[in-house]
C-alpha cells in the first residue's frame, strides 16, 4: 500500500530524516516511534503528500507521491497533532464541509458525516460550536474530520496528545475497530499506547528507522520478549534448602529454558529472571506448580518497551544531537 | 470550480459568525459618515451637488481600502496559524482555488459595507441633483479600489502567520503605492509616467468619483488585482512544499 525509499528531508541545513525505508501493507495499523523532533511528523506529513522530501521516493497505492498528490490526498485522511478545526462552525457543519472539500458527492454527504459522528462518538455535540468543546471532543472531531470520506489510509498525529486515560482507552478503541477496513499509521512517543494498539512498529530515531516490526519482534532483537520471564514463588522449598536456588534448579529442567537466576530472596519469597529459547511460560508455570512451590507471579519481564526503547533512542554523543522538533 | 463555492461559503459564514466583520463595517460606517457630515455636507459655501456626491467618494475609497486591509488580513494568516490550512493543503483543492475562494468571499463582504454607504448619497438627492451615472461610476471605482486592497491584504496575510503584521505588511504595500505620485513628481521621463500609472489613487480614481468611467483606469485596477492575487498563489505554492 505504501512504499517509501530512501527518504530525507532537509529543512533548510537540518536534516530531519535521513534514508528512510519501508513498505506498510494494506489493513496494517502501524506506530511511529521516536522521542520529539525524531522525525515522525515530518515522516507523517510527507507520507500524507503535505511536503515534498528532498529526496527519495514514495508510492502510495501504487501511484506517485510526487506526481499524483492530488489523487493520493483524496484517498487519505490526516490529523495533525493541533486538529485543523473552525472554531466558529458547529462539529456537523465542519463536517460537511470537510466532506464536500475532499470530493464527497453532494448525496452521500449527509449519511458519510452521520456515519462520521457515529464512530467517533460526536452525536451528542453535533450541534455545538467546535470553539466551545473539551479537548478530548475536539480531538475526535479532527478524528471525524480525517474519516468523514472514508479514506483507505488514516494518518494520525499523535491521536492521544492531551487526552485523559479513559479517554485514551477509547481513542485506542476507536482505532483498533478502524484497521483492517483501513490502513492506519500513527505516531506517538507513549508506549503502552502504541504496543496496545498497533499491529506494528517503527522506531525512529535522529531521522532514521532504529527498528521495524512487531513489539515482539522488536524486543526479541533488543535481548528480550517473551523469552525473558520475571517469577516470584513462595513457601518452602520441596526437600529444604534456599527457596530460590531450588527452584532455579526447577526450573533450569524444563526444556527451552537457558538460564535461571536468582534475583532477590527474603520473607519466604524469591524473585528470579529466567530466559528461555521462546515462549516457554506455560511449560515453566506447570513445573512450578506440581513441585508444590507456590507461584506467584509469572510474566514475561515488564516495561520491555520503555527499555527497548530507551536503548534504541539512546542520545548521540553530546547535547547537540538533540534537536527540537 | 465547485471548491471554489465551497470556500466562499466557509468564508463568508467565518465572517458572519465573527465579531471582525460587524465590527470593522460599524466603526468604517461611522468614520464615513462622520467625515461626510463634517465635511462633504457641512461646508459654509454653495456647491455643487455633484462635488459633494464626489467629495463623499473621495472620503469612501480611503474608507473602503481600510476595511479591505482589516478584512483580508485574516484570510490565510489565520488559517497558518489555528492550522486549519493544513486541511486545505490536504484535500484535492488546487492553490488558486483558495485563492479565488477566499478572495472572492472578502470582496462579497466588502460589497455589503459598500452598499450600506447608500444612505449618503441618497441624503444629497433629497435637496440635491445627482445623476444616476456618478453614482455607479463612484460605486464601481469603490469596489475596484477595494478589490485592490483586498488582493494586497491577502497577499501580506500569505506571507505570515500573524495577523498583526499581515495588515502592517498591506498597509505598507498600499501606502508605497499611494505615495507613488510623489515620486512621480520628482521624478523625470520615463520614471515619472511609471510612477504615475503606479499610484493606487492619484491618477485613477478620480474620474470614478466624477462619474467617468475610463477603461484604462479599470484595466489598472483589475490588472494589480491580479498581479497581487497571483503572487498569492504562488507565495502559497512555496509554502506548501516548504513546511
Same mark, same amino acid.
Given at each position: 500500500?505504501?512504499?517509501?525509499?530512501?527518504?530525507?528531508?532537509?529543512?533548510?541545513?537540518?536534516?530531519?530524516?535521513?534514508?528512510?525505508?519501508?513498505?506498510?501493507?494494506?489493513?496494517?495499523?502501524?506506530?511511529?516511534?521516536?522521542?520529539?523532533?525524531? @522525525?515522525?511528523?515530518?515522516?507523517?506529513?510527507?507520507?500524507?503528500?503535505?511536503?515534498?522530501?528532498?529526496?527519495?521516493?514514495?508510492?502510495?497505492?501504487?501511484?506517485?507521491?510526487a506526481a499524483h498528490a492530488h489523487e493520493i490526498r483524496s484517498r487519505l485522511g490526516f490529523l495533525p497533532?493541533?486538529?485543523?478545526?473552525?472554531?466558529?462552525?458547529?462539529?456537523?457543519?465542519?463536517?460537511?464541509?470537510?466532506?464536500?472539500?475532499?470530493?464527497?458527492? =453532494?448525496?452521500?454527504?449527509?449519511?458519510?458525516?452521520?456515519?462520521?459522528?457515529?464512530?467517533? !462518538?460526536?452525536?451528542?455535540?453535533?450541534?455545538?460550536?467546535?470553539?466551545?468543546?473539551?479537548? @478530548?471532543?475536539?480531538?475526535?472531531?479532527?478524528?471525524?474530520?480525517?474519516?468523514?470520506?472514508?479514506?483507505?489510509?488514516?494518518?494520525?498525529?499523535?491521536?492521544?496528545?492531551?487526552?485523559?486515560?479513559?479517554?485514551?482507552?477509547?481513542?485506542?478503541?476507536?482505532?483498533?475497530?478502524?484497521?483492517?477496513?483501513?490502513?492506519?499509521?500513527?505516531?506517538?512517543? !507513549?508506549?503502552?499506547?502504541?504496543?496496545?494498539?498497533?499491529?506494528?512498529?517503527?522506531?525512529? !530515531?535522529?531521522?532514521?528507522?532504529?527498528?521495524? @516490526?512487531?513489539?515482539?519482534?522488536?524486543?526479541?532483537?533488543?535481548?528480550?520478549?517473551?523469552?525473558?520471564?520475571?517469577?516470584?514463588?513462595?513457601?518452602? =522449598?520441596?526437600?529444604?534448602?534456599?527457596?530460590?536456588?531450588?527452584? =532455579?534448579?526447577?526450573?533450569?529442567?524444563?526444556?527451552?529454558?537457558?538460564?535461571?537466576?536468582?534475583?532477590?530472596?527474603?520473607?519466604?519469597?524469591?524473585?528470579?529472571?529466567?530466559?528461555?529459547?521462546?515462549?516457554?511460560?506455560?511449560?515453566?508455570?506447570?513445573?512450578?506448580?506440581?513441585?508444590?512451590?507456590?507461584?506467584?507471579?509469572?510474566?514475561?519481564?515488564?516495561?520491555?518497551?520503555?527499555?527497548?526503547?530507551?536503548?534504541?533512542?539512546?542520545?548521540?554523543?553530546?547535547?547537540?544531537?538533540?534537536?527540537? =522538533? | 470550480?465547485?471548491?471554489?463555492?465551497?470556500?466562499?461559503?466557509?468564508?463568508?459564514?467565518?465572517?458572519?459568525?465573527?465579531?471582525?466583520?460587524?465590527?470593522?463595517?460599524?466603526?468604517?460606517?461611522?468614520?464615513?459618515?462622520?467625515?461626510?457630515?463634517?465635511?462633504?455636507?457641512?461646508?459654509?459655501?454653495?456647491?455643487?451637488?455633484?462635488?459633494?456626491?464626489?467629495?463623499?467618494?473621495?472620503?469612501?475609497?480611503?474608507?473602503?481600502?481600510?476595511?479591505?486591509?482589516?478584512?483580508?488580513?485574516?484570510?490565510?494568516?489565520?488559517?497558518?496559524?489555528?492550522?486549519?490550512?493544513?486541511?486545505?493543503?490536504?484535500?484535492?483543492?488546487?492553490?488558486?482555488?483558495?485563492?479565488?475562494?477566499?478572495?472572492?468571499?472578502?470582496? *462579497?463582504?466588502?460589497?455589503?459595507? *459598500?452598499?450600506?454607504?447608500?444612505?449618503?448619497?441618497?441624503?444629497?438627492?433629497?435637496?440635491?441633483?445627482?445623476?444616476?451615472?456618478?453614482?455607479?461610476?463612484?460605486?464601481?471605482?469603490?469596489?475596484?479600489?477595494?478589490?485592490?486592497?483586498?488582493?494586497?491584504?491577502?497577499?501580506?496575510?500569505?506571507?505570515?502567520?500573524?495577523?498583526?503584521?499581515?495588515?502592517?505588511?498591506?498597509?505598507?504595500?498600499?501606502?508605497?503605492?499611494?505615495?507613488?505620485? /510623489?515620486?512621480?513628481?520628482?521624478?523625470?521621463?520615463?520614471?515619472?509616467?511609471?510612477?504615475?500609472?503606479?499610484? /493606487?489613487?492619484?491618477?485613477?480614481?478620480?474620474?470614478? /468619483?466624477?462619474?467617468?468611467?475610463?477603461?484604462?483606469?479599470?484595466?489598472?485596477?483589475?490588472?494589480?488585482?491580479?498581479?497581487?492575487?497571483?503572487?498569492?498563489?504562488?507565495?502559497?505554492?512555496?509554502?506548501?512544499?516548504?513546511?
Amino acid at each position: 500500500m505504501i512504499e517509501v525509499e530512501d527518504l530525507t528531508k532537509y529543512y533548510g541545513g537540518k536534516r530531519a530524516i535521513s534514508g528512510l525505508t519501508f513498505r506498510i501493507e494494506k489493513g496494517e495499523i502501524v506506530g511511529f516511534l521516536g522521542l520529539n523532533g525524531a @522525525g515522525k511528523t515530518t515522516t507523517l506529513r510527507i507520507l500524507a503528500c503535505l511536503i515534498l522530501p528532498s529526496s527519495g521516493r514514495l508510492r502510495v497505492d501504487g501511484l506517485d507521491g510526487a506526481a499524483h498528490a492530488h489523487e493520493i490526498r483524496s484517498r487519505l485522511g490526516f490529523l495533525p497533532d493541533t486538529p485543523p478545526l473552525y472554531d466558529e462552525m458547529t462539529v456537523r457543519d465542519y463536517l460537511r464541509f470537510v466532506a464536500e472539500l475532499k470530493g464527497v458527492a =453532494a448525496k452521500d454527504v449527509t449519511r458519510r458525516v452521520s456515519e462520521a459522528l457515529d464512530t467517533c !462518538n460526536l452525536n451528542q455535540t453535533a450541534d455545538q460550536l467546535i470553539g466551545t468543546l473539551s479537548h @478530548g471532543y475536539r480531538q475526535r472531531a479532527g478524528l471525524a474530520q480525517a474519516l468523514v470520506h472514508k479514506p483507505s489510509l488514516l494518518i494520525l498525529d499523535e491521536p492521544t496528545g492531551g487526552l485523559d486515560p479513559v479517554q485514551i482507552v477509547e481513542m485506542r478503541e476507536l482505532i483498533k475497530r478502524l484497521g483492517g477496513e483501513h490502513t492506519v499509521l500513527l505516531s506517538s512517543h !507513549n508506549l503502552s499506547e502504541i504496543s496496545h494498539t498497533c499491529d506494528r512498529l517503527l522506531v525512529i !530515531n535522529e531521522g532514521r528507522v532504529a527498528a521495524d @516490526g512487531t513489539e515482539e519482534s522488536i524486543s526479541q532483537g533488543a535481548g528480550g520478549g517473551a523469552r525473558v520471564v520475571e517469577i516470584t514463588v513462595e513457601g518452602a =522449598a520441596p526437600g529444604g534448602g534456599a527457596l530460590g536456588e531450588r527452584a =532455579a534448579q526447577l526450573i533450569g529442567k524444563v526444556p527451552g529454558v537457558l538460564t535461571a537466576r536468582v534475583k532477590s530472596s527474603a520473607d519466604g519469597r524469591a524473585e528470579l529472571e529466567v530466559e528461555a529459547s521462546d515462549d516457554r511460560r506455560a511449560a515453566i508455570a506447570k513445573a512450578i506448580v506440581e513441585s508444590g512451590i507456590g507461584l506467584v507471579r509469572l510474566e514475561r519481564k515488564a516495561l520491555e518497551l520503555e527499555s527497548i526503547f530507551q536503548r534504541l533512542v539512546a542520545p548521540g554523543p553530546g547535547p547537540s544531537s538533540r534537536r527540537a =522538533a | 470550480m465547485k471548491s471554489i463555492a465551497l470556500i466562499i461559503r466557509r468564508e463568508i459564514g467565518a465572517y458572519l459568525r465573527s465579531p471582525l466583520g460587524y465590527v470593522v463595517i460599524a466603526v468604517l460606517l461611522l468614520i464615513d459618515g462622520l467625515l461626510f457630515n463634517a465635511r462633504a455636507m457641512g461646508s459654509d459655501t454653495k456647491r455643487l451637488s455633484a462635488e459633494v456626491l464626489a467629495n463623499f467618494f473621495e472620503y469612501s475609497s480611503g474608507i473602503s481600502v481600510t476595511a479591505a486591509l482589516f478584512l483580508s488580513m485574516r484570510l490565510l494568516a489565520e488559517e497558518r496559524q489555528t492550522g486549519t490550512l493544513t486541511l486545505l493543503f490536504g484535500s484535492p483543492v488546487r492553490d488558486y482555488q483558495i485563492v479565488l475562494g477566499k478572495f472572492i468571499a472578502s470582496l *462579497l463582504f466588502l460589497a455589503l459595507m *459598500l452598499l450600506l454607504t447608500a444612505y449618503m448619497p441618497m441624503l444629497i438627492m433629497v435637496h440635491g441633483k445627482i445623476t444616476r451615472g456618478q453614482i455607479i461610476a463612484g460605486y464601481l471605482g469603490l469596489l475596484l479600489i477595494g478589490a485592490m486592497a483586498l488582493s494586497i491584504g491577502l497577499f501580506a496575510s500569505a506571507l505570515t502567520k500573524s495577523q498583526l503584521i499581515a495588515i502592517l505588511g498591506g498597509a505598507g504595500i498600499t501606502v508605497c503605492l499611494v505615495v507613488c505620485w /510623489m515620486l512621480s513628481t520628482v521624478t523625470d521621463r520615463p520614471f515619472s509616467e511609471i510612477f504615475a500609472w503606479l499610484a /493606487m489613487w492619484s491618477k485613477h480614481f478620480p474620474p470614478f /468619483m466624477r462619474g467617468t468611467i475610463n477603461s484604462q483606469d479599470v484595466v489598472y485596477y483589475l490588472s494589480m488585482t491580479y498581479f497581487f492575487l497571483f503572487s498569492t498563489t504562488r507565495v502559497l505554492e512555496s509554502r506548501r512544499w516548504s513546511s
